[in-house]
Every structure is written in structure tokens, then in C-alpha cells.
């Protein structure tokens, strides 16, 4: 389960603190799914950054499952963003040197070892329907190509929480409804909790859960 509760970002300005999150708050059971729209700015991609441990609350508090990554160490905190949450960010950072197969087994690298690690990875680019190009290099893809291979690279850990900034604002409409219904589909499958921060209206109608962040505060959507 993912529990946020009165979540605030500020930061410090020239012209004063500013308030990017102003006590957001809510809960999301494992397998859920929930679409994150707002104006450019208004704080969609700092909250999942802080999700994601890459940034840090001015105050709040996070569970995922029962763990409160924010009272980790750093080294106990690295060690739990690399095993329990998949980013997929709008650039899909694909290393243009390693082919298809070894882009996914880079998150294997690091941490815990996973034994079963490098036969995931061939399962999910199975998954994503990319099994015939494990061996290509990124230069060789379609942009939609490339983020289906994110996609797959952000599960290859089985994480608990899937964190998606923005993984269709590069695509057409084909693609990008594409690597909707793909995350869609990862997130029913593997029951992976999945955030996903979008401008468009029409992909997040996708998910199960909506909600518009607008002014520091989260409000749900039907």
C-alpha cells in the first residue's frame, strides 16, 4: 500500500518561500492505478520525484507497504528506491551503447542480487511485444519501440510502486495510447502500484483513479 499524508514541498526564492505542495494527501492499495494531471509547474513532477525518493518533503509522511523511506540511511534508502520503485520518466534514457536486453538487466547491477533477474527481463520484453528485438541497439527502435523498452526496464525488479512522468509526451497518438494500455496491462499483471503524471486529458481517462493537482492541492476526478 502507498500512504501519503499532508505532504508539503517548499522551497526558498528570491522573492520569498515557495509552496509547491501544500498537504496532499492519499492512499492507494497495491494494484492500483492513478492518473496525475495539472498545469504545467503546479508540482505533478516534484511529488513523484519525492515518491520516488529522489527529492525530500519539507514535511509529511510516506509508507510504501510499511516502510517509511525517509527514516532510511542513505544507503538503506538507495537500496530501496533500486528494489521497490520503477521509474519511466518522458525521455525513455535508454543507453545507446547496450543493446535492448542488456539495458534491461542495468538496473540488475546494482544492489541485492536477483538470480532470476535476466530471465524477467526476457519475460517482460516478451510481455511488451519486443521479443524480437532483444538484440538491437536503441538507434535501431521506434520512439514507441523505446518506451515500451523503459517500460519493461522499470519492471525488471518487480517493484511495489511504478512511477511515470509524463511516458507519452514524446509519442504520437498511436504510441502513446500504445504505452497506455501497456502500462495499464503491467500494472493489472504484476500488481505494481502505478502513479503516472500526464498533461493529457485523454491518457489519463485510461487509468482507474484521476486526480488534478492544481495550487499545492490534490483533488480526485471521476
Do not use: W
Not at 9 to 21: D, H
Not at 27 to 37: P, V, W
Not at 152 to 174: H, I, K
Amino acid at each position: 500500500m502507498l500512504e501519503i499524508r499532508n505532504l508539503t514541498k517548499t522551497y526558498e526564492s528570491p522573492a520569498g518561500p515557495l509552496e509547491v505542495l501544500r498537504g496532499v494527501s492519499f492512499t492507494m492499495e497495491r494494484g492500483d492505478g492513478l492518473a496525475i494531471t495539472g498545469p504545467s509547474g503546479c508540482g505533478k513532477s516534484t511529488l513523484l520525484q519525492i515518491l520516488g525518493t529522489l527529492d525530500v518533503p519539507t514535511s509529511g509522511k510516506i509508507n510504501v507497504g510499511k516502510v517509511d523511506p525517509f527514516t532510511l540511511d542513505e544507503k538503506a534508502q538507495a537500496r530501496f528506491r533500486n528494489n521497490s520503485v520503477g521509474f519511466v520518466f518522458q525521455d525513455h534514457c535508454l543507453l545507446p551503447q547496450l543493446t535492448v536486453l542488456e539495458n534491461l538487466l542495468v538496473p540488475l547491477m546494482v544492489g541485492d542480487e536477483d538470480t532470476m533477474g535476466p530471465e524477467r527481463a526476457r519475460k517482460l520484453l516478451d510481455e511488451v511485444g519486443l521479443k524480437d528485438r532483444t538484440n538491437h541497439l536503441p538507434a535501431q527502435l521506434s520512439g514507441g519501440e523505446k518506451q515500451r523498452v523503459a517500460v519493461a526496464r522499470a519492471l525488471v525488479r518487480n517493484p511495489q510502486l511504478l512511477l511515470c512522468d509524463e511516458p507519452t509526451g514524446n509519442l504520437d497518438r498511436v504510441n502513446a495510447d500504445a504505452v497506455a494500455d501497456l502500462l495499464e496491462r503491467a500494472r493489472r499483471d504484476h500488481q505494481t502500484t502505478l502513479v503516472v503524471v500526464t498533461h493529457s486529458a485523454e491518457i489519463a481517462a485510461r487509468f482507474p483513479r484521476r486526480a488534478h493537482l492544481i495550487d499545492g492541492l490534490l483533488a480526485d476526478r471521476a
